[in-house]
């Protein structure tokens, strides 16, 4: 269906085009690694432990406070009734 609206003198896009526009991102732990000596945790089942289990318990455990801070009250708002 495409096709049938699109200009016959379109040039159809290349592979560098494509893989230009690509949303994959590279991404290079080099500098860490040599200023910080830091380096990537290889392990699926540390990363997946400390990198997502320990945040989201420690979220709920300690309770979101950054929502809440600066707003006037913490209390949530309760809806009007109706008349």
Aim: proline share 8%; aromatic share 8%; net charge positive.
């Amino acid at each position: 269906m495409k096709a049938a609206g699109r200009s016959p003198a379109a040039v159809l896009p290349s592979y560098a085009d494509c893989e230009g526009k690509s949303f994959a991102g590279t991404f290079s732990a080099a500098k860490a690694e040599r200023e910080l000596g830091w380096k990537p945790e290889k392990r699926r089942e540390v990363l997946v432990r400390e990198g997502i289990h320990r945040p989201v318990r420690e979220y709920f455990e300690l309770g979101d406070t950054s929502a809440t801070s600066g707003s006037a009250s913490s209390a949530p708002v309760q809806p009007e009734s109706a008349p």
